[in-house]
């Protein structure tokens, strides 16, 4: 991941997590859940599309694994916590996780929900 960041060649993606944020050993499943065609579970299986897609050193070509995987630079920068936005997906064609949908809300329940805590009319 380090080689990754001083390469410069990743295309943001290392640096667009705040530093502030805490690791993260999986993605927000309020924002994510897996595709019902997955058929891997929680893994990955076979799949090294975002890992080829950057060119991650730490990619063992042979074994298809990652040497990296759970260590604290996995969970600190992306890795862990991909995907968080449907651009994400869609650029290393991930297909394991699909975006949950936007809560629908009726116009009455998002007036009153717009309502400040104690607020009346
Ligand atoms: S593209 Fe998706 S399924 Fe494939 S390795 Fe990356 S996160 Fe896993």
Redesign the pocket.
Known sequence: MVALILRGDNNGFMFSVPLTIPPAKAPDKAIVHIAPS?EHGAS??S?????KEIGCPVLDQESGLCRGYDSFFWRYFNCGR??TIQPEIDY??????LMNPEPVFAPAQAATEAQPAGATE
């Open positions: 997955w990955c299986g799949c090294t599309r975002c890992c991909f995907p290393y064609g991930c297909p394991k996780w």
